[in-house]
C-alpha cells in the first residue's frame, strides 16, 4: 500500500478473529497504522477457547442460546484453526507461548495508535466481558488517552447489525485518525 498508493499509515479494522489480527498487526507494524477499529474480536485466545469448550459441554444449552447449527460448526472450525496456527491442543487446554505471544489482551500497553473498541451486548460467541477487559486493561496500562470510544450497541448479537448500527461512530474515528 505504501509503494503503489503512497499511503503512509491507515486504518486496520477487523471482525471476530479478524479484530485479533488487527490489534496485533497495530501492535507489531505501528508505523503502518494510525487507528484500529476492533469489532468484537477476540482478545484473548486462550480465554475464547475456554469458552467455546464451555459452550461444546453445555451443548444443549448452547442450541437454545445460539438456536443455530451452524454455530457448532463455527465452534469447531475455531478450535482447528487455533490449533493450526498457534499450536499445543486447545482441545483439552495445552497452550503453547504462542497464546500470550499473540495476545492483544496481555499486549495491549504495547499499543501506540488510536483504538475504537465496538461489542453488541448480545453476543454470544465472543463475550461481551472480553472487550470490557481489553478496554479496562488499556485505561490501566495508562494509556486511555488512545481509547478513542468504547461503543456498546444495545440488542446486537456477533452480526452485521453491530457493524451497521456503528457505521456512524466507525466514519467519524476515520476522521479522527486521518486528520491527526
Do not use: W
Not at 498508493?5 to 507494524?29: C, D, P, Q, R, W
Amino acid at each position: 500500500m505504501k509503494e503503489n498508493y503512497n499511503i503512509e499509515k491507515f486504518v486496520i479494522l477487523g471482525t471476530s478473529m479478524g479484530g485479533h489480527i488487527a490489534l496485533i498487526y497495530a501492535i507489531e507494524h505501528p508505523e503502518d497504522v494510525c487507528g484500529v477499529v476492533d469489532i468484537y474480536g477476540v482478545t484473548d485466545v486462550k480465554e475464547q477457547v475456554k469458552y467455546v469448550l464451555k459452550m461444546l459441554i453445555l451443548l444443549p444449552l448452547a442450541l437454545l442460546i445460539f438456536k443455530e447449527l451452524k454455530m457448532l460448526g463455527s465452534a469447531f472450525r475455531f478450535l482447528s484453526d487455533v490449533k493450526r496456527e498457534f499450536g499445543g491442543n486447545p482441545a483439552v487446554l495445552r497452550f503453547t507461548e504462542e497464546y500470550d505471544k499473540y495476545s492483544p489482551l496481555n499486549r495491549i500497553s504495547e499499543l501506540k495508535a488510536p483504538l475504537l473498541v465496538i461489542h453488541g451486548d448480545k453476543d454470544y460467541v465472543v463475550p461481551l466481558k472480553f472487550s470490557e477487559k481489553l478496554v479496562e486493561k488499556l485505561k490501566n496500562s495508562g494509556k486511555e488517552s488512545l481509547l478513542y470510544k468504547f461503543h456498546v450497541v444495545e440488542g446486537t448479537g456477533h452480526d452485521e447489525e453491530t457493524v451497521i448500527r456503528s457505521m456512524d461512530v466507525i466514519f467519524s474515528f476515520l476522521d479522527y485518525c486521518f486528520k491527526a
